[in-house]
């Protein structure tokens, strides 16, 4: 079983541009990955991030999960203040070695749709080790990841590639799932 979840939630939506907004299209990109798995992934409630780990690990105690999976948008802007940068990354847990074999699978497939490749990195709060682990990816009780397919200034290219998105990152849960067994 993989659950997946939208990153952020309706009260704070995360990276926008205009009204095109990162958690409103990730709750797209959750579902659709979802329906690609079918019985083998569901989509977690929306709320809070505490809300999600908290749903996942009770979830877990339940049915054995396998992954956990969130997906976001990242966003970027020069001195000037206009959204720049392009491509996916992905993130894991600093340390985690499943969670790295996690994100190699998937990430091997979504880069054959966002370029550039950004890379598979260690998700560190706001990106600063100084901070520790980002919460999502150390508080769940088995191997998780952070997508970010593209960057959210990037409306286009992310609509236009949604499904081939989707598809990829399904495509390369799966791959992990066939390895795990």
């Not at 959750?30 to 929306?46: F, H, N, Q, R, S």
């Not at 966002?114 to 706001?126: A, L, N, V």
């Not at 998105?165 to 795990?180: D, M, N, R, V, Y």
Request: hydrophobic content about 40%; proline content about 6%; glycine content about 8%.
């Amino acid at each position: 079983m993989i659950l997946i979840s939208a990153g952020h939630y309706p009260e704070a939506k995360g990276a926008s541009f205009g009204n095109f907004n990162e958690h409103d299209e990730a709750v797209i990109w959750a579902k659709l990955i979802a329906a690609m798995l079918g019985k083998d992934a569901l989509v977690i409630p929306t709320g809070t991030p505490r809300q999600k780990i908290d749903f996942i690990n009770e979830y877990h105690k339940r049915i054995p999960v396998t992954a956990a999976i969130e997906i976001h948008f990242n966003s970027a802007m020069d001195s000037q203040g206009n959204h720049v940068g392009s491509g996916c990354e992905t993130l894991f847990c600093p340390g985690s070695m499943r969670g790295h074999v996690l994100a190699e699978a998937v990430h091997a497939q979504l880069i054959k749709v966002f370029k550039p490749d950004r890379g598979i990195k260690e998700g560190w709060y706001k990106m600063d080790p100084m901070n520790g682990p980002d919460a999502f990816l150390s508080k769940t009780a088995m191997p998780a990841i952070i997508m970010e397919p593209e960057f959210i200034h990037r409306v286009d290219n992310i609509k236009n590639h949604r499904e081939e998105g989707c598809f990829a990152i399904a495509h390369g849960l799966e791959s992990f799932l066939l390895e795990k067994d």
